[in-house]
């Protein structure tokens, strides 16, 4: 997650938290015995940070669908505000324990429908997906080359296994969870902390709103220059993509501090102390801080200085991937 990307889910706030809850409950109906939090926050070459490559069985293909249904989402234009996109999206949904099936409320608008029907296809898709060990941490290399395993489509083609294609046995994941306390994906990490995420989030999008209290930094700058947005490469295109690629750097270097080390404390859940002087529209960084909250603070206070200074120039948003090469 780079610098203006995470705009998009602080400024949800408290919403994301919630927004992914109910997606852990669906994993939970379906497989009550399961305990969605760690295991699966690292497993083949989709289910966790990132996804590339060709999926190595079922389950991980179950993690690829889903991120591309999400991706699907954000494209429809019923979902196009800030709140409407699948990590803060609310809706309607019920569980049936008995059948441990999942139904989605007839209530909610086109967005809640196309999102709530990405978390139950995965849910399910979990549900009736075996996990293996031998695809726990795999390595990145391995997931650079298109490859067919056991149990996965050789043609690529991934969506069948989550709307409703063969997959494995049900009784194979039930078994996995019960004897293993095992359960699936990336999302119950996020969802784990999503909350303290939110928050510390919050407070670099309050720091650019101090220096710039007009301004609505969440949409223009999400996809700006070579580093403002998803990803990061090449050479900023100017003064506000530089202040880009500089904020992403320092937290990297934030993660390097032993101060830092531990999952709590790091920039993407770290809280520290600051002010705003509204008048001189300027932030402090408060004495209190330890190493590691201070250093945070600061990259996110000379970002947010940066942004002020810098122009917004039209010709640079959605730039063209290929000219940051």
């Known amino acids: 997650m780079n610098t203006l990307q995470t705009l998009f889910l602080l400024a949800a706030g408290p919403s994301v938290g919630k927004a992914l809850h109910q997606f852990r409950n669906m994993i939970l109906c379906v497989m009550p015995n399961c305990s969605p939090v760690f295991d699966y926050a690292d497993y083949g070459c989709w289910c966790g940070l990132g996804g590339s490559g060709t999926p190595v069985d079922d389950l991980d293909r179950c993690c690829m669908v889903h991120d591309h249904c999400y991706d699907d989402a954000m494209q429809l234009d019923e979902c196009w505000p800030i709140f409407d996109n699948p990590y803060t999206e609310f809706y309607a949904y019920s569980c049936d324990e008995k059948n441990k099936t999942v139904t989605c409320g007839s209530k909610n608008n086109i967005c809640e429908m196309f999102i709530c029907e990405c978390d139950r296809k995965a849910a399910e898709c979990f549900a009736r997906s075996r996990w293996n060990p031998e695809h726990e941490h795999l390595p990145s290399d391995q997931c650079r080359e298109v490859r067919s395993t056991e149990g996965a489509d050789p043609s690529g083609v991934a969506r069948p296994s989550v709307l409703g294609g063969a997959g494995k046995s049900p009784h194979g994941a039930s078994q996995r969870c019960q004897s ?3 359960c699936c994906f990336e999302i119950a990490l996020a969802e784990c902390s999503s909350a303290v995420k939110s928050k510390a989030l919050n407070q670099f999008r309050n720091m650019i709103l101090c220096g710039m209290p007009d301004s609505w930094p969440i949409l223009d700058y ?5 580093y403002c947005g998803m990803g990061g490469s090449g050479t900023p295109v100017d003064g506000l993509d530089r202040c880009c690629m500089v904020h992403d750097q320092c937290y990297g270097d934030a993660m390097q501090l032993d101060e830092c080390w531990s999952i709590i404390n790091n920039p993407y859940t770290e809280f520290y102390d600051y002010s705003c002087d509204e008048k001189k529209k300027k932030v402090t960084c408060g004495n ?13 206070r000379k970002a947010a200085e940066c942004f002020a200074r810098s122009g917004w120039n039209p010709e640079y948003k959605n730039l063209p991937s290929d000219r940051c090469q």
């Not at 999400?222 to 070579?226: E, F, I, L, V």
């Not at 909250?293 to 600061?298: G, P």
Request: with cysteine; aromatic share 10%.
């Open 180 to 182: 293993q306390n095992r």
């Open 222 to 226: 999400a996809d700006y220059g070579c």
């Open 288 to 300: 209190k801080n330890n190493a590691c909250e201070m250093f945070i603070c600061e990259c996110d």
